[in-house]
């Protein structure tokens, strides 16, 4: 019997985007350009970014009373994913102050907000339509033990993207299918579960595979990404595009993921189509604005890659 759909339990902000020519450095002020509010934090960019592929998808997560809750929520409601499972607090909505520079890269500082009152029983009350979801999404912007609660309730594939690295039970982390992390983000993981260091891309899935984890996808920003469900890791070129502004990228490629997981393609096949959605969203500013709907033509397609 199928499952329902795909269910993200984590972090909503806004995003405070500040256009500047160059990162400053350490004591040093610089002008900015621009300043525009968006929607923004990791869990609400996956769930618009598998949302608008066309998934079903549901949100369980947090906003505050403030001014910055609507902007939160607005491309998840543009999107059509499901709010029916969002909990308002009296405090303030998390945000995002995110500096873009002119050659695309972009820092990020968080301020949790609502996120950071995310407890297990608000996750415990949104239990039955976590089992019933063919994939649950986790990421590490809310606390652990909210994360490890949405583990535990899901019945379904659980895609766990651990970033930030925060510290999570290791029987919950290797519930993971995939484990989804940067180059960063991998090595931390290995320190985490106590498994030492690996050095290079691929022995670092290696040595993920060898701690117990059913597949990993490594993301490597315009390299592409690895992946292995404990065969030889594969390595998936992204195709070639200039970059305008990588902020979401990482998660336009975790929604994407999801979205053809939850469809019922093969790991790697939905790898090759996630890679390229982030290589498409780094084409436009901002995170949720940059993701691509199912008429937009993506990066590779002219190659006769699959859609």
């Known amino acids: 019997m199928s499952r329902p759909g795909i269910v993200v339990v ?41 949302a608008r592929l066309g998934a079903d998808v549901l949100m369980v997560g947090a906003v505050g ?54 407890t297990p029983r608000i996750v415990a009350a949104s239990a039955a339509v976590i089992g019933a979801a063919a994939v649950v999404v986790v990421q590490g912007e809310v606390p652990a033990a909210a994360t490890e609660a949405a583990v535990r309730a899901t019945s379904g594939r659980v895609i766990v993207n651990l970033a930030p690295v925060v510290a999570v039970d290791p029987e919950v982390l290797l519930r993971a299918d995939p484990l989804v992390v940067n180059e960063h983000e991998g090595a ?13 891309h691929t022995a670092v899935v290696e040595a993920l595979l060898g ?54 393609d093969p790991l790697e096949d939905a790898v090759r189509f996630a890679v390229r959605v982030g290589s498409y969203a780094v084409q436009y500013a901002g995170a949720q604005p940059s993701y691509p709907s199912p008429d937009d033509v993506l990066p590779g397609e002219d190659q006769g890659a699959d859609a």
């Open 211 to 264: 701690c117990g984890f059913a597949s990993v996808v490594m993301t490597l920003g315009a390299a592409g990404a690895l992946v292995s469900d404990g065969g030889p890791v594969r390595a998936v070129p992204a195709p070639r595009v200039t970059p305008v502004d990588t902020t979401g990228a990482g998660d336009a490629f975790v929604g994407a993921l999801a979205a053809r997981l939850g469809a019922g």
């Open 188 to 200: 931390l993981v290995l320190a985490q579960l106590g498994a030492g260091e690996a050095s290079g």
């Open 65 to 118: 009373s403030d001014a910055y809750a609507d902007t939160a929520l607005s491309a998840l409601a543009a999107a059509g994913v499901d709010l029916g499972s969002l909990t308002r607090t009296d405090g303030g909505t998390g945000v995002a102050v995110v500096e873009v520079s002119d050659d695309g890269e972009n820092t990020i500082v968080v301020l949790p907000g609502a996120n950071g009152e995310m």
């Open 10 to 50: 984590g972090s909503i902000n806004a995003d405070l985007v500040v256009t500047l020519e160059r990162h400053p450095r350490p004591g040093e002020t610089v002008l900015g350009r621009s300043l525009t509010v968006l929607p923004g934090g990791k869990g609400a960019n996956q769930a618009v970014a598998a």
